[in-house]
């Protein structure tokens, strides 16, 4: 359950995969508006693909979350890591969603050099085969759309590519070793898909897990450290899915417009 009277300092999520038919977005929305935080870091992966035209409604309404709470009247940074799905995708998400991109983001918080950074930078297979990743890219969304109801083949084939490759020992193992050169206590990562903690030399490693499975994980920064949660549907959420943001749907419909131009230009 959401405490709605807590405030995090931070809450980090990643791999929402917007334009997967797996895409969990509105569980997401409900998440941002059901937690309070001064900063938000989205934490790579937010787009499946450079493809605007498999966005849904439902992806749509996230970004426009995401714009509502980069109004600076909110008091909320929100901070975007860029993924290797989201590659190419820097100057539209900035003029889209008022976001700041990064590759990889540093913060200081009660005395602790904080790190974020995506993760496919220590997965050797995603760096090396780089054109064959973009064609199972697109072979694995192309599978969704004839997949049954639940998605249940293209959710064991990721956690099957998760664990075939050991990608999370992988991405664990160099996260550490990148926040050990930068010299930061704390490393934030996600890409692998699964939610997990790990102390080494006195780093501490977390991965935010994912928004394309039935386990949707997050991470929160506050005074008493940090945690991993998992999002458990609220019992308003047939409420929380229909409030549609008004005040920013003529603005989603332009800057869709835009985004439809600027990826075929």
């Not at 980069?70 to 190419?88: F, I, L, T």
Request: charge should be negative; proline fraction near 1%.
């Amino acid at each position: 359950m959401i405490d709605a009277a807590q405030v995090y300092d931070t809450l980090i999520l990643s791999d929402v995969h917007l334009g997967s038919e797996c895409s969990r977005a509105d569980d997401a929305t409900c998440l941002l508006k059901q937690s309070r935080f001064r900063r938000l870091i989205l934490l790579g992966d937010i787009f499946a693909d450079l493809n605007f035209a498999r966005l849904t409604k439902e992806h749509w309404r996230f970004l426009g979350h995401i714009r509502k709470l980069s109004n600076p009247k909110r008091n909320v940074e929100v901070v975007w890591v860029e993924g290797n799905h989201d590659c190419g995708l820097t100057n539209i998400m900035s003029h889209l969603v008022g976001v700041k991109v990064y590759q990889e983001y540093q913060w200081e918080y009660v005395g602790i050099r904080h790190l974020a950074v995506h993760g496919h930078q220590f997965d050797r297979f995603i760096l090396n085969t780089r054109r064959m990743n973009y064609l199972l890219t697109l072979l694995y969304l192309q599978l969704q759309k004839l997949d049954f109801k639940g998605k249940p083949i293209a959710r064991f084939l990721d956690r099957l590519n998760t664990s075939w490759l050991r990608m999370s020992d992988k991405v664990a193992s160099g996260a550490i070793s990148h926040a050990r050169a930068r010299d930061a206590q704390r490393i934030f990562c996600g890409h692998t898909h699964e939610a997990m903690q790990r102390e080494q030399d006195g780093i501490l490693y977390y991965n935010s897990g994912g928004w394309i499975d039935t386990q949707l994980t997050y991470v929160t920064v506050d005074e008493e450290g940090v945690q991993i949660h998992e999002y458990q549907r609220q019992p308003d959420f047939a409420e929380e899915r229909n409030e549609m943001d008004f005040e920013f749907a003529s603005e989603l419909e332009f800057a869709e417009d835009i985004a439809y131009a600027s990826v075929g230009s």
